[in-house]
């Protein structure tokens, strides 16, 4: 379980961090981060908001996908991977159903690795 002040909860936040920033995904998942350091109104730790939609599978199954990748996203924030100023949007795929869980979690390692690379792109 996340903290509440880790949470995405407004939908205008989980806009902002899909349209205004970076991408990077694989054939499981896709991560959206965003960069709010600019943004002076919104202080504290990574803040995360899932996207698992009826493609992925029934109830079961999706709810089986948030709990994983629920639980990847409090790890790297623990793990001090995720970056303290930014808002990430963790997408799931339909393929993301049949994954094995340590695929998964390699492909959202290499999803954030490759995010945080973007951001520090964009930003130069």
């Not at 994983?68 to 409090?74: D, E, K, M, N, V």
């Amino acid at each position: 379980m996340l903290p509440r002040p880790n949470k995405l909860t407004r939908s205008d936040d989980f806009r902002k961090a899909v349209k205004n920033g970076v991408r990077a995904g694989s054939h499981v998942l896709v991560v959206h981060a965003y960069d709010r350091s600019t943004d002076i109104a919104r202080e504290g730790g990574p803040r995360t908001g899932l996207v698992v939609s009826k493609a992925v599978g029934n109830a079961v199954v999706r709810h089986r996908t948030s709990r994983r990748l629920r639980h990847l996203a409090y790890t790297a924030m623990q793990g001090g991977t995720m970056r303290r100023t930014c808002d990430y949007v963790i997408r799931a795929l339909p393929a993301i159903a049949t994954a094995e869980p340590k695929e998964v979690a390699r492909e959202f390692d290499r999803a954030l690795a490759k995010a945080h690379k973007r951001l520090d792109e964009h930003q130069a």
